[in-house]
């Protein structure tokens, strides 16, 4: 009776608060924390309601967290990045290391989940234990990991997993064949305070008997704290660090978690209590994986210096990374930091990133250092290539020889890729023409470039390069026509604004030249900075661009005088 009584409070009082919010009509966005938030809430009221069961066998437990495991594995062990693998044998490394002094012995097993927007760890009966990438990348040492692990060892170790399980069971009317069945959200939600607390109690004894310190559970706090205070004051996070979806998964756990403030207190008055030595921290070993990660967001966004910073702290601590020496090249390249660009394109193609990206931007480093010892530089620099040595090396050493007056190369390789029927000649051949661009025969490259493209007519880098040439020779209704042609494509949208702000500025075309080069020049910052593009283009479109700043910054000026009468 005292169970249906309860039921029926909370019937009416669902009732009396949809009748309260269809009054007062409060509109809010849909995100991911509305579910976050109605499972934490729900999940903590559902701790507290009374239940009578007899507790699963350990042999019970095992299985239906087994099930689950593979239910939630469907789909992941697929062509896993072996950035993934690394990862998750650590994490097993760590996990084992603490689960040797648990309670309960069991088959405890430790997964990873590589989604970054995950900011969350949980567990499931049984002794099955998730990290997320995106908790992960707010850790530095290996202590903060074992604090983490070490918590959700003890949800497992103290029966909150399988009691929540059995509730759940209860309240669903599931069979226990059909535990599969019950979302994984569920898990990933608090449970109550006292649960939560003792948890981190038992988590970080757990640690410190693994020989971690018990600051590293502090450290993940702090963490948690300022973020938590930086959301509570609605304070941006640094787009970098973390996406939208990822503050919103990280307010849902604010909000079904115990403030980390009071978590802090509690493990601090513990370290008193049991004169626990505090002795440095282990480094986190897979910090360059996610430091990588950052740096490639930081470059996407156009962060330039940022993502360098990242991409070198992450080579520092694992210099055998082929994508992060391109990441480091890339923005080093796009702040005009030749010479530096040129060392990492050739760690990235030494250590295996041998993409004809790289092989052309490496040379195109090399030329705007010095152009008349560029092509012995290439050469020097490629030697050690480990994946053999592809075609786009020729063109790109033919290219730097006509750079230094020397054509006989890249005429020889022009003939070969007219008569060649390689699924890769139209490329090599607009490669080449563009090569013809930097040297500024300009006619010579309309012709190559225009042969490309009408090979490759959805190539949308070859049709930006020819109409870049035609610019060149005054070509401008053609140049117009072939960036409009590939106007809705996503590739090269910044260029092909700049282009075309170049064209119509050329052919007197003023305010819709103005409004191009403020897009374009929003979209790729690289553009304003006369190093760069004196390096890469031609002097006609570095004089443009100077002249657009130039009158940029009048028409600015003129709007801000007649605003202020």
């Given at each position: ?12 009082l ?15 966005p849909?995100?991911?924390e ?34 689950m ?19 998750e ?14 309670h309960?012995r069991l088959?405890?097993q ?5 989604e ?8 499931l009966p ?12 707010l850790m530095d ?5 074992a ?10 170790d ?9 509730q759940e ?30 948890a981190?109690?038992?988590g ?5 008997a693994?020989d ?17 205070r ?29 403030l ?13 209590s049991?004169?626990w ?8 070993e897979v910090t ?5 990660a ?18 070198s ?14 990441l ?7 702040q005009?930091?030749?010479s530096?660009?040129?060392?990492s ?20 480093s ?18 050690n ?14 290219g730097l020889?006509?750079?230094n ?16 029927n ?14 013809h ?13 225009s042969a ?18 035609q ?15 590939n ?8 260029e ?13 075309q003023r305010?819709?030249?103005?409004r ?10 690289e ?14 479109v570095?004089?443009t ?21």
């Amino acid at each position: 009776m005292k169970r249906w009584i309860i039921l029926a409070g909370i019937v009416a009082l669902g009732i009396a608060s949809v009748v309260v919010s269809e009054r007062k009509k409060v509109d809010a966005p849909a995100s991911p924390e509305a579910l976050l938030y109605l499972i934490a809430d729900s999940e903590h009221e559902l701790t507290r309601m009374p239940v009578n069961f007899t507790r699963m066998s350990d042999a019970e437990e095992i299985s239906a967290g087994n099930q689950m495991a593979r239910f939630y594995a469907v789909g992941q062990e697929e062509q896993k990045p072996p950035e993934n693998i690394i990862v998750e044998q650590y994490l097993s490394r760590v996990g084992s290391r603490l689960a040797r002094n648990a309670h309960r012995r069991l088959p405890y097993q430790f997964h990873y989940f590589p989604e970054a927007d995950f900011v969350n760890a949980f567990a499931l009966p049984g002794g099955h234990v998730y990290i997320g990438a995106g908790l992960l990348s707010l850790m530095d040492s290996e202590d903060e990991l074992a604090a983490v692990m070490a918590h959700e060892l003890e949800h497992i170790d103290h029966y909150h997993c399988v009691e929540r399980l059995q509730q759940e069971q209860a309240l669903r009317k599931i069979p226990l064949g059909g535990l599969v069945a019950i979302p994984i959200e569920i898990f990933e939600a608090g449970y109550s305070k006292d649960q939560e607390l003792e948890a981190d109690r038992e988590g970080v004894r757990l640690a410190v008997a693994a020989d971690y310190s018990p600051t590293g559970a502090i450290r993940m706090f702090e963490t948690f704290d300022r973020l938590f205070r930086e959301y509570h004051d609605r304070a941006a996070t640094p787009q970098e660090e973390m996406s939208q979806v990822a503050q919103q998964a990280l307010e849902g756990y604010f909000r079904s978690h115990p403030l980390p403030s009071e978590r802090i207190a509690q493990i601090q008055r513990m370290i008193a209590s049991e004169a626990w030595p505090t002795h440095p921290e282990r480094d986190l070993e897979v910090t360059w994986i996610f430091l990588t990660a950052k740096a490639q967001e930081a470059l996407s966004a156009h962060r330039y210096s940022l993502a360098e910073q990242l991409a070198s702290r992450s080579l520092h601590t694992h210099p055998e990374q082929a994508r992060a020496w391109q990441l480091a090249a890339q923005a080093q390249f796009a702040q005009a930091k030749f010479s530096e660009a040129s060392a990492s394109y050739r760690k990235a193609l030494e250590t295996g990133f041998v993409k004809p990206e790289t092989i052309s931007s490496y040379a195109l480093s090399l030329a705007a250092v010095d152009r008349h010892s560029a092509a012995a530089e290439f050469v020097r620099g490629t030697e050690n290539v480990k994946s053999g040595k592809p075609r786009d090396l020729d063109v790109a050493a033919a290219g730097l020889m006509l750079l230094n007056g020397n054509p006989a190369a890249a005429q020889a390789l022009e003939t070969e890729f007219r008569q060649s029927n390689l699924v890769q000649a139209p490329e090599w051949l607009g490669e080449l023409g563009w090569w013809h661009y930097l040297a500024a025969d300009y006619p010579r490259s309309a012709d190559l470039l225009s042969a490309a493209v009408q090979q490759r007519p959805q190539d949308i880098q070859l049709g930006i390069r020819l109409a870049w040439a035609q610019t060149e020779i005054r070509r401008y209704a053609d140049a117009l026509q072939m960036l409009d042609e590939n106007a809705y494509q996503p590739q090269n949208q910044s260029e092909r604004m700049l282009a075309r702000a170049v064209v119509r500025w050329q052919s007197v075309q003023r305010d819709e030249a103005l409004r191009d080069f403020e897009a374009a020049l929003n979209n790729a910052p690289e553009w304003g900075n006369p190093k760069w593009v004196k390096a890469l283009y031609s002097p006609l479109v570095a004089q443009t661009i100077q002249e657009m700043q130039l009158e940029s910054e009048i028409r600015k000026k003129k709007s801000k005088v007649a605003a202020s009468r």
